[in-house]
């Protein structure tokens, strides 16, 4: 088989396609063919280094495909359609994913759309569900709205009632954020979307704000959340955020600062069958909307990450084998 392998931590092109041997099961594992395999930050994060992993690797924990063989124990057969978002190696033709890591994928839920959903649909729900659970007439500010975890993250927030404002680079985006669903979609690249939400609502007038864009964004950020308000800061694409002064929390107005991850909230079997069965089934039932972007062949891995770095990328990206 295929796979991408990293030797070196660096740029996009340390990412090599490679022949191997296809790995074995072992107790509590499935060996699964590739369908698709979900293109996340996090990856770009393990392959610059900003995650060390133990070297060499192949990247990728995201994806979805059929069970070729399995540990009697594992709970799965071969045929059975599975997904997850947390196997390292999914950049590759056939992968060993631990059986308590992997769901089951609804009848009616492609492959494709499986492996979009996993990690950033799982994200958006642990953000706007109990991060900080969204309400009617709450208001929040999601960055990136036109990014993987923006529009699902923008669907969500509505359904629960709240109203959204959310920032994108282009009209192209712009136009993405506003079908999701969002109320006030804002230029950040064309003017300060402080002063866009101020305009639009008032002085500090949002309750949360979800913030997966990091240095470039975070000082503004304090600036727009009411007294006692939420800035939960899941993730940095522009950057990692310094080191910080917690007494901006308190001149801000008793404000919570969280930095979730999606580990921690599919931390038992029981936590990630109920979330990705919350995702999956509300596809199934065509109520939440994924969006795939972009497909690249697994061996343009590199190609991928440029694109996702650049800000090139909208919705979802795939690497399919
Ligand atoms: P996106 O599809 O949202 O892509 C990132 C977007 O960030 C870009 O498209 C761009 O949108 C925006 N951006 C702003 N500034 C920059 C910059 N300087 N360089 C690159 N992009 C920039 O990615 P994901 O949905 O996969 O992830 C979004 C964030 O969420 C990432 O930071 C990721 O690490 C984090 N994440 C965190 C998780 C967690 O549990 N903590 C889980 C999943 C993701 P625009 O052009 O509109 O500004």
């Known amino acids: 088989m295929h796979a991408i392998r990293i030797t070196e931590t660096g740029e996009p092109s340390v990412m090599r396609w490679i022949e191997t041997d296809q790995p074995v099961p072992e107790a509590g594992e499935l060996l699964v063919r590739v369908a698709a395999a979900g293109v996340n930050f996090i990856d770009t994060y393990h392959r610059t280094g900003l995650y060390p992993l133990e070297l060499p690797f192949t990247p990728g924990l995201e994806g979805a ?11 799965f057969g071969p045929g059975d359609r599975v997904a997850w978002s947390n196997a390292l190696g999914s950049y590759a033709e ?118 997966g864009v990091g240095r470039a964004t975070f000082d503004r950020d304090l600036e727009l959340l009411r007294s006692r308000g939420t800035l ?46 919350a995702v999956l089934e509300a596809i199934a039932a065509g109520d939440l909307s994924i969006r795939i972007g972009h497909r690249w062949g697994l061996a343009e891995a590199a190609a991928a990450h440029r694109a996702l770095e650049s800000r090139a990328t909208t919705g979802k990206v795939l690497l399919v084998p």
Do not use: W
């Open 65 to 75: 495909g059929e069970v070729i063989a399995a540990a009697k124990d594992a709970g």
């Open 94 to 211: 056939a992968v060993i994913v631990p059986s308590d890591q992997a769901v089951r994928v609804p009848d009616g839920v492609g492959l494709d759309v499986a492996a979009a959903a996993m990690l950033q649909g799982m994200t958006a729900h642990y953000l706007a569900h109990d991060t900080y659970p969204l309400g009617p007439g709450q208001r929040c500010l999601v960055h990136a709205g036109a990014g993987g975890v923006g529009l699902l993250l923008i669907q969500m927030a509505k359904q629960a009632g709240a109203e959204v404002f959310t920032t994108v680079s282009t009209s192209a985006k712009a136009e993405l954020a506003a079908g999701a669903g969002a109320d006030h979609v804002i230029r950040y690249d064309q003017e300060d979307f402080g002063d866009a939400v101020e305009r639009l609502a008032g002085e500090r007038p949002l309750d949360v704000i979800y913030d």
């Open 232 to 277: 939960v800061l899941f993730g940095q694409s522009s950057g990692v955020v310094p080191p910080f002064d917690v007494g901006r929390l308190a001149r801000n107005g008793s404000l919570y600062l969280t930095r979730p991850t999606l580990f921690h909230y599919i931390a038992t079997r029981d936590d990630l069958e109920r979330r990705a069965g």
